[in-house]
């Protein structure tokens, strides 16, 4: 009975372990973007629609959105005699695609609005309201679609003739380089800092990829440790090399890490410290800007979808030092039981996710890596045991000419 109540227990722990894991990198995706964009977050009223329009009046090929956020604001539907208050409303300048996903509200359409899936259980009672209209300060507006990807319950057009004071201004930045960025704000006079604004989604993205780097470099430790102990051998020297290598190229084509660094961001001669100091400043004070600038609904969504992939990429690494503890491979056919129990795990895992979050997740990844390291560390615990007992015979042989010797 506690042989079998063993097992359940070592099933739930892989269970929770690829479940955490996978939610953990579903969050993460959740605040993907496929933009490129960088966005200029305004600390004063000096900027308005003039600005917008002068840029796109430069640079025609340039995607570039302005916007304002106004909170506690309300809306009606008339037809049904509804409303909902306590509105976060951005007003944009610009298509909307360039900061949210899902629909699209274009630049010229000052008719029609985009509206989040509560506002429109508030205002129509369900989430059937595409080509239904509202009054907002107003303005009869056709509701375009559902809004994804923002903590504003809804995203409007400026008016060309309005003077509003923008809170911020993002802009494709594909092609931008920091020398280029420069340029750009001495050319429009912007003196705010350029984010980037995929920050919240690269540091959501290495949260969630702690578990595979731990795993990774565990084994890798265990390579090396090996690799020194067989340092005499050439044979296998070059075995544990091939191996190590396999096991990073694995990891980085599994997980699709893909590093690469801006031209600018590199300096004429590795040696030039000036550079690294005024590099590390500038990546300090972006940091600095980013923790405590004012936070906005295009900001807030990605906030909490990074809080929350990292509360379960902690859960992740919890149970995994757990399952280190608990589950002891001594056998290839417990490896095979094991691996087998993730495959399964991971199996029902996708699709509680995709049933219950609706967010994409890397299923290779989610499969491959926990049995990877499994089978790379019952592989180097097996050789480890060979090469302790080919050095307990080698140390016999080594004493027993010694006797001899001595008897001759």
């Known amino acids: 009975m506690i042989r079998y109540l063993k097992h359940i227990v070592r099933i739930i ?68 005699g509804k409303s909902a208050s306590e509105l976060n409303v951005l007003a944009i300048k610009g298509s909307s695609n360039l900061l949210v996903k899902g629909s699209n509200l274009f630049a010229d359409d000052l008719e029609g609005c985009l509206i989040d899936n509560d506002t429109s259980y508030k205002l129509f009672g369900s989430s059937n309201c595409i080509g239904r209209e509202i009054v907002y300060n107003d303005r009869t507006l056709v509701v375009r679609g559902i809004l994804k990807g923002s903590k504003s319950n809804m995203i409007i057009q400026i008016p060309d003739d309005s003077m509003k004071a923008l809170d911020g201004l993002t802009i494709d930045g594909t092609d931008f380089t920091l020398n280029k960025i420069e340029d750009f704000k001495m050319r429009f006079g912007i003196s705010e800092l350029a984010i980037n604004g995929n920050v919240y989604y690269m540091l959501a993205k290495f949260i969630s990829m702690i578990f595979p780097i731990i795993a990774l470099v565990l084994i890798l430790i265990k390579v090396i440790s090996s690799l020194f102990k067989s340092r005499n051998k050439p044979v ?36 030039d410290f000036d550079f690294w100091s005024k590099m ?129």
């Open 280 to 408: 590390g400043k500038e990546y300090k004070e972006k940091i600095e800007y980013v923790l405590y600038m004012k936070k906005y609904g295009v900001d807030i969504y990605n906030i909490e979808n990074l809080l929350k992939s990292a509360l379960y990429s902690i859960f992740t690494i919890i149970l995994f030092v757990i399952n280190l503890r608990v589950i002891k491979i001594n056998d290839i056919k417990q490896l095979i039981i094991n691996n087998g129990v993730l495959v399964v795990s991971s199996f029902v895992a996708v699709l509680i996710i995709w049933a219950k979050y609706k967010f994409d997740v890397n299923v290779a990844m989610i499969w491959l890596i926990y049995p990877l390291y499994l089978c790379g560390d019952y592989f180097i615990k097996v050789h480890g045991k060979y090469l302790i007992y080919e050095d307990e015979v080698n140390t016999e042989i080594k004493n027993s000419d010694i006797i001899e010797e001595a008897v001759c």
């Open 236 to 271: 296998l020297v070059g075995i544990y090399i091939i191996m190590a290598l396999t096991f990073v190229f694995i990891f980085f084509k599994v997980t699709n890490i893909k590093i690469s660094i801006p031209l600018d961001m590199i300096p004429n001669k590795w040696s």
């Open 13 to 80: 722990l892989m269970f929770a372990l690829i479940m955490c894991w996978g939610i953990s990198l579903g969050y993460a995706n959740n605040i993907e973007s496929n933009n490129k964009t960088l966005n200029f977050y305004f600390e004063n009223d000096k900027y308005n629609l003039e600005l917008v329009n002068s840029i796109k009046e430069s640079e025609k090929e340039l995607a570039v959105v302005g916007w304002a956020e106004e909170s506690l604001q309300s809306a009606t539907n008339l037809d049904l």
